[in-house]
């Protein structure tokens, strides 16, 4: 799954291309917008926290090194007691580093705006509206031609892989 970005100039607009998606059978939890604060979506799905915030690239991010502090304070640990602290606990020292990792990353990810969402920015407080679509690979081209087809008004602003893939 990837996630593909749209500006799009209004609400109008927006909404046909919305309508277009759910009438090709994509469900509101892959389609997303984001608009200036206060302006009225109606029925449009409205991009979530997770959408709009750093959270799951911190998580990842916090795991990996929480994990790799905790595998690196085991070992230091496993080094002077001996080997008689061998295997289990080290791996409980590494996930627990992991989860506190991912727990404190994913906590400071909430507080950051997502770094793809932030250079729209400028144009969402002008009163454009993003469109965000979680879609296959294998249709990315089809979709943003059709939606370029009838919408020639909205900008395709680009494509970024999805984590975790979304159902």
């Not at 090194?65 to 640990?77: D, I, M, P, R, S």
């Not at 080997?83 to 409980?92: K, Q, S, T």
């Not at 249709?139 to 979304?166: C, Y």
């Amino acid at each position: 799954m990837r996630r593909i970005y749209f500006l799009t100039p209004s609400i109008e607009v927006t909404h046909k291309i919305i309508d277009e998606l759910r009438s090709l059978g994509f469900k509101d939890h892959h389609l997303h917008v984001l608009a200036k604060r206060d302006t009225p979506l109606q029925d449009l799905p409205e991009a979530n926290e997770l959408q709009k915030t750093d959270f799951l690239a911190a998580v990842e991010r916090g795991a990996a090194l929480g994990a790799t502090t905790g595998l690196l304070t085991g070992l230091v640990g496993l080094r002077f007691a001996g080997f008689a602290i061998a295997g289990a606990p080290v791996l409980g020292i590494l996930l627990f580093g992991g989860t506190i990792g991912a727990i404190m990353s994913g906590l400071a990810g909430l507080q950051v705006g997502n770094s793809k969402v932030r250079q729209f920015e400028e144009a969402i407080e002008k009163g454009d509206l993003l469109v965000m679509v979680d879609i296959a690979k294998d249709r990315i081209d089809e979709i943003s031609k059709l939606i370029k087809k009838h919408h020639p008004q909205a900008e395709f602003e680009g494509i970024e892989p999805l984590l975790p893939p979304v159902i």
